[in-house]
Nanobody, 120 residues
Framework: QVQLVESGGGLVQAGGSLRLSCVGSGSIFRVNAMGWYRQAPGKQRELVAT???????NYADSVKGRFTISSDNAKMTVYLQMNSLKPEDTAVYYC??????????????WGQGTQITVSS
């Protein structure tokens, strides 16, 4: 089992920056990818950015050029640097880890979420 804890959320003015961190504890056989998702009120959870164990990244079109994801998979840690924040970035941001258990089954874990509010 893995527990993920996010930090770094808060209130920021439009145009500002925040950095989210997610630290995992526990143990699994292999981490395949870590990422960030967000859910705004009344909307479905959506992908923000992911990074594989090989370092390949994927971003939602809405955050490309503004957000940067990085990770240390060996430490089950992932970061999200968010620049040029917009009010539409307001949401609860969730950390996610995907990997293989020691029984070689696919597993996915979620953090509890951290609120980001961008004021105009």
């Amino acid at each position: 089992q893995v527990q993920l804890v996010e930090s770094g959320g808060g209130l920021v003015q439009a145009g500002g920056s925040l950095r989210l961190s997610c630290v995992g504890s526990g143990s699994i056989f292999r981490v395949n990818a870590m990422g960030w998702y967000r859910q705004a009120p009344g909307k479905q959870r959506e992908l923000v950015a992911t990074i594989t164990d090989g370092g390949a990244t994927n971003y939602a079109d809405s955050v490309k050029g503004r957000f940067t994801i990085s990770s240390d998979n060996a430490k089950m840690t992932v970061y999200l640097q968010m620049n040029s924040l917009k009010p539409e970035d307001t949401a609860v941001y969730y950390c996610n880890l995907k990997g293989l258990s020691y029984r070689l089954s696919s597993v996915s874990f979620w953090g509890q979420g951290t609120q980001i509010t961008v004021s105009s």
